[in-house]
């Protein structure tokens, strides 16, 4: 009987994702520490450049050059996107025609799209070069080809694309090379830091699970929908009517892009406009961060300081992060002032604004206005840093990487730094992915999430492997001479499905062993079947605890053994008391084997795969859902068990009076009957 049929009505309950980021709590202990601290150095090392010139005045799209921003989120008052627009030349307009084209849905143009990308790339277009070895790496339209995918990335990142170097420190990572890895990584985690806010935290926008285990994840989805959500639409008709609170939420959810919005700088800016006129605080704050950067307004560093002012004056506490960073830079202000940077970061601090203790660090860490001081600095980051603040992530990333104050660790920096690139500006991609899905688009949410895959995003494999085992041919996936045959989707949910597993996606593992289990896009093999149970199994995955019982008991690529099948049931059943049902009945399976080993009940019991599938087809579509079949016939056997017990203790009964048997206890732990 295959190890899912146990548990074909509990797939649920037992295989949800959370939708929110993992938590990553560092615990650092005293060998954590070298023996000695590096004696005071030059403040102004470009390995240490968080406060000096850095890239933090340029716009999103020069920090991801050949972004596809201007397809997805195009802007007609944005000066800077106007300005780019009309100093396109022509092999870049030939980029996003091409790269619109794949995103159609229709084979003929997405394969004349393929070939214009091509004619860009032999330019010499990093973008263009950067898209060939995507394309490469999935096979569209060519023959899947990864050592050309590499070499194209390996131009692209060499010409400055930064999905290129995602990829690329991706790809390294999964083949543990890390000293090649941790220094993409870095290079990405600066320009993500780079991109965020200077006063308060980013908010983390994690890109949406599709699906909770089998199940499309509805809930997390109605949340997004943006516009069309009757939730937003109440907001903004508050708003419309004045009030100030719902103005600030609005222009929040469109500055960055919240709630499957389409983000829109000018109408955030509009929106906290008309709530500071109420009054409203909040927004004070958010203008001030619109001003330091110039999103869809001229970058302005005095207003940027007047506004944070005035928001600090409301008691809003990040605002004094903003202030100092100011003063850190001398930008709005008559001249740089350290110590009044600190002031303002010790405030913030004060008042448990984790973003202040990550300055304070910065400070500490360059010796920037007060003595530096390596494992003061560590300790402001560690705080700021098991409160979630990104920057801490990578700054202690910098220093497991450089081994100052701690040990040098390049696999935690690397895990650290990946942590931190993952929000950079190219993690627009899972924004305009989900709002395709969310429209219906499958196929572009397809290609954008397959685009995101390559790039290493767990729930971008995820989602792009469940799209293709849920919609099959409405996938649009293409191949190499069109739409995809079944074993190509197969093949490349496969491969997709094992690359989540491979980063902690329990769901994935599980999906890996039921495709060797069942040879669903690959050989039937019990053996690797069982190796990707045991890897769910780690992650303390019920379903993958049954499944190595069900194993155990059969033989089927572990060794035969009952007490050990026994062991994996009763695990599942205590990591998920929904198990019940399903566990109670494998214990009667065992009890059955045990004791009737060749009975004809234990043959009818073995004769359920075969007779399952025709079974499982007549209840689906004439009686009940999938999967109550499983538990009608397995409940059909229990009865015939309590039967056979009932019977057994009769003729117990009847021999007593003969011969005296000691009681022997019920070694597989099946309940008695009642």
Not at 163 to 172: C, E, I, P
Request: charged share 25%; glycine share 8%; with cysteine.
């Amino acid at each position: 009987m295959p190890p899912k049929l146990f548990l074909s009505l509990l797939t649920f309950s037992l295989l949800t994702l959370s939708v929110a980021a993992r938590p990553y709590v560092l615990v650092l202990s005293q060998e954590d520490f070298k023996d000695e601290v590096p004696a005071d150095s030059d403040s102004s090392s470009a390995e240490w450049d968080e406060f000096g010139d850095s890239d933090s005045h340029k716009s999103e799209e020069d920090l991801d050059p050949g972004s596809w921003r201007q397809i997805f989120e195009p802007s007609t008052t944005d000066p800077q996107s106007q300005s780019q627009s009309q100093s396109q030349s022509d092999t870049d307009a030939l980029y996003y025609s091409a790269v619109t084209k794949l995103m159609t849905g229709d084979a003929r143009i997405i394969e004349e799209g393929s070939g214009e990308i091509e004619t860009a790339a032999e330019s010499g277009h990093p973008a263009a070069q950067s898209v060939l070895g995507f394309l490469w790496g999935i096979g569209l339209f060519r023959e899947r080809n990864k050592q050309k995918a590499f070499v194209y990335h390996h131009f692209a990142s060499e010409g400055g694309n930064m999905q290129s170097k995602m990829a690329l420190a991706y790809l390294y990572t999964r083949q543990d090379m890390f000293d090649k890895s941790v220094k993409l990584y870095a290079e990405l985690a600066e320009v993500a830091v780079n991109s965020f806010l200077i006063s308060k935290d980013s908010p983390v926008i994690e890109p949406v699970r599709l699906h909770n285990g089998a199940e499309e994840n509805k809930e997390a989805l109605r949340k997004s929908k943006g516009e069309e959500d009757e939730d937003f639409q109440i907001l903004e008709y508050q708003a419309q009517k004045g009030n100030a609170a719902a103005m600030y939420k609005v222009g929040l959810f469109y500055y960055f892009g919240l709630r499957g919005l389409r983000r829109d700088h000018s109408k955030a800016l509009s929106w906290f406009l008309k709530a500071v006129e109420k009054g409203e605080p909040r927004s004070m704050e958010l203008l001030g961060e619109i001003y330091a950067r110039g999103a869809g307004v001229e970058r302005n560093y005095t207003k940027a300081f007047e506004w944070l002012t005035l928001a600090s004056k409301h008691h809003l506490y990040s605002a004094y992060n903003g202030i100092g960073y100011l003063y850190v830079k001398g930008y709005g202000v008559d001249s740089k002032n350290y110590t009044k940077a600190k002031e303002y970061f010790e405030k913030a601090a004060d008042n448990e604004e984790v973003g202040g203790h990550y300055n304070l660090g910065v400070l500490y860490l360059k010796g920037i206005g007060v003595k530096r001081d390596v494992k003061l600095a560590c300790k402001f980051f560690i705080v700021a840093a098991n409160h979630g603040q990104p920057k801490a992530f990578y700054q202690l990333a910098k220093i497991f990487h450089l081994g100052v104050g701690f040990k040098k660790n390049v696999p935690l920096a690397t895990a650290l730094y990946k942590l931190v690139a993952e929000r950079g500006p190219w993690s627009s991609l899972s924004r305009w992915a989900l709002e395709a899905y969310l429209k219906g688009d499958v196929g572009k949410a397809y290609m954008l999430y397959s685009r995101m895959a390559e790039m290493g995003y767990e729930v971008a494999q995820s989602n792009a492997a469940w799209i293709l085992d849920k919609y099959g041919e409405r996938s649009m996936c293409m191949g190499e001479s069109g739409f995809c045959t079944d074993a190509e989707r197969h093949q490349r949910a496969h491969s997709l499905w094992w690359q989540a597993s491979e980063q902690g996606n329990e769901h994935a593992a599980l999906l890996i062993g039921d495709a060797y289990y069942y040879g669903r896009g690959t050989a039937r093999d019990y053996d690797r079947a069982a190796e990707a149970y045991m890897h769910a199994k780690s992650q303390s995955n019920a379903q993958a605890m049954f499944n190595l019982g069900y194993m155990h008991e059969h033989g089927q690529g572990l060794p035969l053994d009952l007490h050990l099948a026994k062991r994996y049931y009763d695990e599942a059943l205590e990591h998920d008391p929904a198990a019940k049902l399903p566990v109670t009945l494998a214990l009667t399976s065992l009890w059955v084997r045990k004791n009737h080993a060749d009975s004809l009940l234990v043959h009818i019991i073995d004769s359920l795969p075969g007779v399952y599938p025709k079974l499982e087809a007549w209840v689906e579509n004439v009686l009940l859902e999938e999967g109550n079949a499983t538990i009608l016939t397995l409940f059909a056997c229990l009865l015939t068990v309590l039967y056979l017990r009932e019977r057994q203790r009769r003729q117990a009964v009847v021999v007593a009076g003969e011969v005296a048997q000691p009681n022997r206890p019920n070694e597989l732990g099946v309940p008695a009957p009642i």
